[in-house]
T-cell receptor, first 115, second 116 residues
Framework: NAGVTQTPKFRVLKTGQSMTLLCAQD?????MYWYRQDPGMGLRLIHY???????AKGEVPDGYNVSRLKKQNFLLGLESAAPSQTSVYFC??????????????FGPGTRLTVT | AQKVTQAQTEISVVEKEDVTLDCVYE???????LFWYKQPPSGELVFLIR??????QNEISGRYSWNFQKSTSSFNFTITASQVVDSAVYFC?????????????FGEGTQLTVNP
């Protein structure tokens, strides 16, 4: 099992450019999440999905879009990158179901710099 | 709204010392889960423990132990006989919202440095 993988590991964008971050999990988890980690702020939830074809906003969704067309993949898109989106992005998945919560398994992270 | 406070931004100890990382949480929900994650210098996040709000038993796993006290809304983490490999950022996290997934609220993290 690879667990949770993220592509790419590093990326540098110019302001206004767009890109997509790919997250894949091979644990058959229903729930998937995107977080961003900034210095001194812990991790903050951007968007999440409770199943294939569903997405929902988290704490800091502005400037990002997501899609979950396949159960194993969760894509995070930046339509027009801004320097404020410079961060480390983590994807996670869990086997949660209603009223039962489990630990989240995290990917290795993507370090994004917007200049 | 949920909130997790880790008041200790950085802690530095000498190897073999015991160290406690504090975590205080806020929520109005009566059912919730608490977690601790470790983030070593390599950057990945490693799950350490999950505890639900109905289980106040303390837990010990090797050199790690956790003290959950609902009366003070705290979920503290102690490392006994610390080792250099324990150096990492440790995050406490809280989760509620069961109908729509485990929406973790993280604390800001505590950077632990264990010196030889």
């Amino acid at each position: 099992n690879a667990g949770v993988t993220q592509t790419p590991k590093f990326r540098v964008l110019k302001t206004g450019q767009s890109m997509t971050l790919l997250c894949a999990q091979d644990m058959n988890h229903e729930y998937m999440y995107w977080y961003r980690q900034d210095p001194g702020m812990g991790l903050r939830l951007i968007h999440y999905s409770v199943g294939e074809g569903t997405t929902a906003k988290g704490e800091v969704p502005d400037g990002y879009n997501v899609s979950r067309l396949k159960k194993q993949n969760f894509l995070l898109g930046l339509e027009s990158a801004a320097p404020s989106q410079t961060s480390v992005y983590f994807c996670a998945s869990s086997k949660d179901r209603v009223r039962f919560l489990y630990e989240q398994y995290f990917g290795p992270g993507t370090r994004l710099t917007v200049t | 709204a949920q909130k997790v406070t880790q008041a200790q931004t950085e802690i530095s100890v000498v190897e073999k010392e015991d160290v406690t990382l504090d975590c205080v949480y806020e929520t109005r929900d009566t059912t919730y889960y608490l977690f601790w994650y470790k983030q070593p210098p390599s950057g990945e996040l490693v799950f350490l423990i999950r505890r639900n709000s109905f289980d106040e038993q303390n837990e010990i796993s090797g050199r790690y132990s956790w003290n959950f006290q609902k009366s003070t809304s705290s979920f503290n983490f102690t490392i006994t006989a610390s080792q250099v490999v324990d150096s990492a950022v440790y995050f406490c996290a809280l989760s509620v919202g069961f109908a729509s997934g485990s929406r973790l609220t993280f604390g800001e993290g505590t950077q632990l440095t264990v010196n030889p």
